[in-house]
């Protein structure tokens, strides 16, 4: 597929008419038709219905039109990305994070990176952690910050905190209104368990929770966004564990409570990626920074 197809399409989507949107294209109408037939034949669907009464979109030719003015306008911010670091000689900095970290220091970080250097250009990409190790090997991130433990020759890793994990329940839950939960509690519940994917990610680590002290959580239903767990949650699902962090965020019809896990540890580290051997000073600065917010922001949490 060529950026060419996807013009050809948006035209003809446009137009509602191969000869409108030939001539929108300034091409003749027998090569716009064959450039569609060839999009189709790659997708393996069919976009377009094509009647004596004209054209129209089908279901899939709606999803891809929509999809694909998405994917100009991310194009579109690349290229005023690329043209403004070359105007300014300045260097690109990425980082990927996984959401629930935005809860905690990370904004903190993101503001005081952003104002560290004018030469740098940061960037952010919302990425869960197995994406976050790919990215780094291929450059497209300079820093990751994710919550699941990897090993990889080609990256360094830090673990900043680890941070407690608590119960999110409805307010009208029956246990919503004890002062903390059990593991054991907390296993006759039904669960609502994120990311489904990729794996691994945490909510492999929360079941792996689970199963050290001895028990396994009854998941009936998996979400891809922490958000969307949380409305599960309060639409009655059952019930599910977020970073403490979190508890800042929660909307008014939910409830957290402590997790009492015993002898283990009901947390979830907060770890920092990098590509090994880079020894570039805004990654060094960056690091330090991160390891400082953190720590301040462990010693301010109350108990």
Not at 13 to 24: D, I, K, L, M, P
Not at 114 to 139: F, H, N, W, Y
Not at 206 to 215: Q, S
Not at 275 to 290: E, H, K, N, V
Request: hydrophobic content about 45%; proline content about 6%; overall charge positive.
């Amino acid at each position: 597929m060529e950026l060419r197809h996807l013009r050809y399409f948006q035209a003809l989507a446009r137009e509602g008419s191969f000869t409108r949107a030939a001539a929108a294209l300034h091409i003749a109408q027998p090569p716009l038709s064959r450039q569609i037939r060839q999009l189709e034949d790659e997708l393996g669907v069919c976009l377009v219905e094509r009647g004596t009464r004209g054209l129209k979109l089908t279901e899939a030719g709606r999803f891809f039109y929509e999809q694909s003015l998405q994917l100009n306008a991310r194009l579109e911010e690349i290229v005023v990305g690329t043209r403004r670091l070359g105007a300014h000689a300045a260097r690109w900095f990425g980082i990927g994070f996984v959401p629930s970290t935005l809860s905690g220091f990370v904004p903190e970080l993101i503001r005081y990176l952003r104002q560290a250097d004018a030469r740098v250009e940061v960037g952010l990409s919302e990425m869960t952690t197995l994406p976050q190790i790919e990215a780094l090997k291929s450059g497209r991130i300079d820093l990751g910050i994710g919550r699941i433990p990897f090993d990889d020759s080609a990256i360094e890793r830090r673990v900043l905190m680890d941070e407690p994990l608590v119960a999110v329940l409805p307010r009208t839950h029956p246990l919503a209104t004890r002062k903390r939960l059990t593991v054991a509690q907390l296993a006759t519940q039904p669960f609502v368990l994120y990311p489904a994917r990729p794996r691994p990610n945490y909510g492999d680590h929360v079941v792996g929770l689970f199963r050290a002290a001895g028990y396994q959580p009854v998941v009936v239903q998996e979400a891809n966004e922490l958000q969307t767990a949380l409305g599960l949650v309060a639409a009655g699902m059952g019930v599910t564990v977020v970073p403490a962090s979190v508890q800042r965020s929660l909307r008014a019809d939910l409830v957290s409570l402590p997790v009492a896990a015993g002898d283990a540890a009901f947390t979830s580290p907060v770890i920092l990626s990098w590509r090994r051997g880079d020894a570039s000073t805004f990654l060094t600065q960056a690091i330090a920074a991160a390891e400082r917010l953190a720590r301040a922001g462990v010693s301010s949490d109350p108990p």
